[in-house]
T-cell receptor
Framework: NAGVTQTPKFQVLKTGQSMTLQCAQDMNHNSMYWYRQDPGMGLRLIYYSASEGTTDKGEVPNGYNVSRLNKREFSLRLESAAPSQTSVYFC????????????FGPGTRLTVL | GDSVTQMEGPVTLSEEAFLTINCTYTATGYPSLFWYVQYPGEGLQLLLKATKADDKGSNKGFEATYRKETTSFHLEKGSVQVSDSAVYFCALSDGSGANNLFFGTGTRLTVIP
């Protein structure tokens, strides 16, 4: 049981390049989330998927797109990377809505030059 | 909207010292409250939680009590260890929709021998 996995761990992009961050969970969870973590700002929600086939915007969705490929996988895409997207990105999942624990992946550290 | 205000760090303590990290919240309903911990290079892990007023969450010697009258959820530990060095995040969830979490900015704790 690997929990939540993310790839890659590190990535450096040039402004304007595109890339996709991958996330997968093997806990049969329904809901999945993408957050970004910036110094002094905690974690902010980018997008979430309450269930397979649905996605919704979070607090900071601009510049990102997501795909809930199946129940296990939830990817985050940067179509044209900007320096402001330099951050650490975390994926998380939860079994159902309600007051339950979110499980987090180890993160992807992205630098946009 | 919902929000969390967390004591700014960093906090540096000697081993066996008493720890308090303050957290207050603003929410329209009756949220659940969480403390997450992030060890260096890792994702966030749930440390403890409380789902209703006057509940006390506890784990690994850490405690926090859900105080509705003061809208607070302060984290405490009686005797910290070097291994407690990490970043601590207070968070809330109103349990609606996709169970989104709202995070504080995080408090970095360093425990010195």
């Amino acid at each position: 049981n690997a929990g939540v996995t993310q790839t890659p761990k590190f990535q450096v992009l040039k402004t304007g390049q595109s890339m996709t961050l991958q996330c997968a969970q093997d806990m049969n969870h329904n809901s999945m989330y993408w957050y970004r973590q910036d110094p002094g700002m905690g974690l902010r929600l980018i997008y979430y998927s309450a269930s397979e086939g649905t996605t919704d915007k979070g607090e900071v969705p601009n510049g990102y797109n997501v795909s809930r490929l199946n129940k296990r996988e939830f990817s985050l895409r940067l179509e044209s990377a900007a320096p402001s997207q330099t951050s650490v990105y975390f994926c998380a999942s939860i079994r159902t809505s309600g007051y339950n624990e979110q499980f987090f992946g180890p993160g992807t550290r992205l630098t946009v030059l | 909207g919902d929000s969390v205000t967390q004591m700014e760090g960093p906090v540096t303590l000697s081993e066996e010292a008493f720890l308090t990290i303050n957290c207050t919240y603003t929410a329209t309903g009756y949220p659940s409250l969480f403390w997450y911990v992030q060890y260096p290079g890792e994702g966030l892990q749930l440390l403890l939680k409380a789902t209703k007023a006057d509940d006390k969450g506890s784990n690994k010697g850490f405690e926090a009590t859900y105080r509705k009258e003061t809208t607070s959820f302060h984290l405490e530990k009686g005797s910290v260890q070097v291994s407690d060095s990490a970043v601590y995040f207070c968070a809330l969830s109103d349990g609606s929709g996709a169970n989104n979490l709202f995070f504080g900015t995080g408090t970095r704790l360093t425990v010195i021998p």
